[in-house]
T-cell receptor, first 112, second 111 residues
Framework: KAGVTQTPRYLIKTRGQQVTLSCSPISGHRSVSWYQQTPGQGLQFLFEYFSETQRNKGNFPGRFSGRQFSNSRSEMNVSTLELGDSALYLC???????????FGSGTRLTVV | KQEVTQIPAALSVPEGENLVLNCSFTDSAIYNLQWFRQDPGKGLTSLLLIQSSQREQTSGRLNASLDKSSGRSTLYIAASQPGDSATYLCAVLNGNNRLAFGKGNQVVVIP
């Protein structure tokens, strides 16, 4: 079966711009989570959506937002980009929390 | 707040040796624990999932144990191969539906 698909794989943006990342979960998975990975901080939780509702949110500024559609696909938006937002953004999907998470290949965002 | 620690941060072993990777966590009220592998610049590949009620899980050359009361998990990789070179990440799931990750064990298997 198809895995978790993230698009695009790479992005280069300028400070102050906004960006939208997309994640298509495994078919049938209703939970989608987003994580930011940087060399200094490691993997940090951004938010989780389940059946189109945000169920949990990490400690990131309001510039980071997301949503989930009725087909479980999810998007993450970052507005007013800062240099520190440069990172690998990973999406993970799950049937529900007890079933383990499957991660996508990530989107590498570089802010210049 | 759940804190997850993985020691050592990096290690090198000769091919054929068994690998032992340790993970500790501060809050024992976990839902489950998952071990992942990450190759440079890539996403995470799930290796093993251990539910809080289980003591261990096995898959091929991989075995992971869980001691919830002491806040520890160990990943064993038998007869290591150069293809096992990667970063191994331990992640703990609490009731808040968010994974807490360690910083990882960066492993190099020397042919």
């Amino acid at each position: 079966k198809a895995g978790v698909t993230q698009t695009p794989r790479y992005l280069i943006k300028t400070r102050g711009q906004q960006v939208t990342l997309s994640c298509s979960p495994i078919s049938g998975h209703r939970s989608v989570s987003w994580y930011q990975q940087t060399p200094g901080q490691g993997l940090q939780f951004l938010f989780e959506y389940f059946s189109e509702t945000q169920r949990n949110k990490g400690n990131f500024p309001g510039r980071f937002s997301g949503r989930q559609f009725s087909n479980s696909r999810s998007e993450m938006n970052v507005s007013t980009l800062e240099l520190g937002d440069s990172a690998l953004y990973l999406c993970a999907s799950s049937l529900d929390r007890g079933d383990g998470y499957t991660f996508g290949s990530g989107t590498r965002l570089t802010v210049v | 707040k759940q804190e997850v620690t993985q020691i050592p941060a990096a290690l090198s072993v000769p091919e054929g040796e068994n690998l032992v990777l340790n993970c500790s966590f501060t809050d024992s009220a976990i839902y489950n624990l998952q071990w992942f592998r990450q190759d440079p610049g890539k996403g995470l590949t799930s290796l093993l999932l251990i539910q809080s009620s289980q003591r261990e899980q096995t898959s091929g050359r991989l075995n992971a144990s869980l001691d919830k009361s002491s806040g520890r998990s160990t990943l064993y990789i038998a007869a290591s191969q150069p293809g096992d070179s990667a970063t191994y990440l331990c992640a703990v799931l609490n009731g808040n539906n968010r994974l807490a990750f360690g910083k990882g064990n960066q492993v190099v298997v020397i042919p």
